[in-house]
Nanobody
């Protein structure tokens, strides 16, 4: 099973940018899709976006479309979530999760999660 290590995140002012990283160890991501999710206090985990490693096809949730971008670095075996024009409502713990099949937006169909990284956006 792919082991995931997340990095990035932190505190940023509204309108700022952050980049989250998701690294795979033990195996490559090449056979997987990777989803990005977030969970705010008192709320359910929701999908932010996802990418198919093989064809780089992406999905973005409506609330982040146009502001967030997912990219892949094949050489480093990493997936990134680039977040621009951040808003206070984007404050949450962000998670990455791979799949052996093409991405899906159903959170319940992911079962291998990174450790999560806190993103806090101040107004």
């Amino acid at each position: 099973q792919v082991q995931l290590v997340q990095s990035g995140g932190g505190l940023v002012q509204a309108g700022g940018s952050l980049r989250l990283s998701c690294a795979a160890s033990g195996r490559t991501f090449s056979a997987h899709a990777v989803g990005w999710f977030r969970q705010a206090p008192g709320k359910e985990r929701e999908v932010v976006g996802a990418i198919n490693w093989s064809d780089s096809r992406t999905y973005y949730g409506d609330s982040v479309n146009g502001r967030f971008t997912i990219s892949i670095d094949n050489n480093k075996n990493m997936v990134y979530l680039h977040m621009n024009s951040l808003k206070p409502e984007n404050t949450a713990v962000y998670y990455c999760a791979p799949r052996v099949e093409p991405y899906t937006t159903y959170v319940s169909r992911y079962d291998n999660w990174g450790q999560g990284t806190q993103v806090t956006v101040s107004s």
